[in-house]
């Protein structure tokens, strides 16, 4: 199936604010905004700058937002846009936009409230990856291509691991919190799975003279077969030898599906290495987090590698890239800071990741730099795509 990212079908045509014609514009500029703030308040948790309260502790809060505030707010500016390429059936747009923005919005302002009751918090903040899925289920269910009705499995699996969270804070049941983070970093990686085995080859192919990627049919198969039993595996029995063994085989598969796409050529153009960069990160920390299973290494290590590398570094040259396309602008113009965004996000994962690996005894230093590393990142991100976000069209058609 082609995946035409860069033209959006035709919807209804907008005025001078464009911020809700289409589900990347909210969504992206939501997340790069709390990529920066949400990070450096973080920060100034952690070093006791800001006093600490709320509905979550401070470790618990930095992994819930990370995944379902900014990641989860990416996925759903990606498929609230490419959902429509890829069924033309009809997505959220306008005032419904505009309410799934605000639930997003209201969920991460009531977290950090102090004094909330936890019920009105849990029930907003469950709430919203259930509508994204409900806006979505007609299109991705009656759409000729079937295998997008996993996303609405994926949905499911989100919910389960946000309501794990909020569980194990209510008292309910003891040890559910790391499991339900667990469970959204092995979902949100499936979707990445997915994501990426659609448009990373296309993207090459399209940005690379002479590219062809290899698309081998055993290893697209074997990429979610490996993936969803290590996730349930997981889930079932968390950080064993047998969760590790199936990441391990889950690491070797992607290792092998990155390298069919790749060409030489990509090292031209900044938002397509950025994005091979990326996945090499998801390679990288899958095979950490399968180690981590036999008491290798930390389990902290292997997953800042999946979320700060491979997540943090994929998820920016997306949003980078579609919202180039979907603007109608030339998407290698993407002008001096962002390519500087992409190394230094990269050099963040980096450090947060290896620096402990080498020198543990400066850890606290690891931890700024690569934190004041992926701030810079999104503040590039933030002042390129903001106008970019905001603003219609330059081609003049709607969306």
């Known amino acids: 199936m082609s995946l035409q990212i860069g033209e959006p079908p035709i919807m209804r045509k907008t005025g001078r604010f464009a911020l809700f014609a289409l589900g990347f514009r909210p969504f992206f500029l939501a997340a790069g905004i709390s990529a920066l ?14 006093p600490a309260g709320g509905y979550f502790t401070l470790v618990e809060w930095h992994a819930h937002e990370m995944l379902f505030g900014y990641t989860a707010a990416v996925i759903a500016g990606f498929l609230l846009t490419a959902v429509k390429n890829w069924t033309g059936m009809a997505v959220p747009v306008g005032r419904q936009l505009l309410i799934l923005s605000l639930v997003w919005l209201l969920a991460r302002l009531m977290v950090v409230t102090p004094g909330m009751p936890g019920m009105p918090v849990a029930l907003v903040d469950l709430a919203f990856i259930p509508l994204v899925g409900w806006s979505l289920w007609r299109p991705l269910w009656h759409g ?18 946000n309501l794990l969270v909020h569980l194990d804070v209510a008292g309910v049941g003891s040890s559910l919190w790391p499991r339900g983070v667990y469970l959204m970093v092995d979902m949100v990686l499936l979707v990445l799975l997915l994501v990426a085995g659609r448009v990373v080859p296309f993207f090459t192919e399209k940005a690379v003279p002479g590219a062809r990627a290899r698309v081998r049919p055993w290893v697209e198969n074997a990429t979610f077969v490996s993936m969803m039993l290590a996730a349930l595996t997981e889930l079932m029995f968390p950080h064993g030898p047998a969760g590790g063994t199936l990441l391990l085989l889950t690491a070797m598969v992607q290792g092998i599906r990155l390298a069919g796409w790749y060409h030489h050529g990509i090292w ?50 997306m949003m980078s890239r579609v919202a180039l396309g979907h603007t109608g602008r030339n998407i290698n113009d993407t002008g001096p800071l962002i390519p500087v965004a992409f190394v230094l996000l990269n050099l963040g994962a980096a450090f947060r990741v290896f620096g402990p690996l080498l020198v543990v005894e400066k850890f606290n230093l690891w931890i700024n730099i690569a934190g004041g590393l992926w701030m810079l990142a999104f503040m590039a991100f933030v002042l390129v795509y903001t106008p970019i976000l905001i603003r219609p069209r330059i081609d003049g058609r709607p969306g």
């Open 37 to 50: 703030v949400l990070l450096g308040l973080w920060l100034a948790l952690w070093q006791g700058v800001v």
């Open 144 to 161: 000729q291509n079937k295998v997008n009705r996993m996303f609405l499995l994926i949905f499911a699996g989100m919910t389960l691991a």
């Open 268 to 317: 031209r153009v900044p938002i397509l290495w950025v994005l091979h960069l990326g996945y090499a990160w998801l390679v990288l920390g899958l095979a950490l987090r399968g180690l981590a299973g036999f008491d290798l290494l930390s389990y902290a290590i292997a997953l800042h590698a999946i979320t700060v590398g491979g997540i943090g570094v994929l998820t920016l040259g």
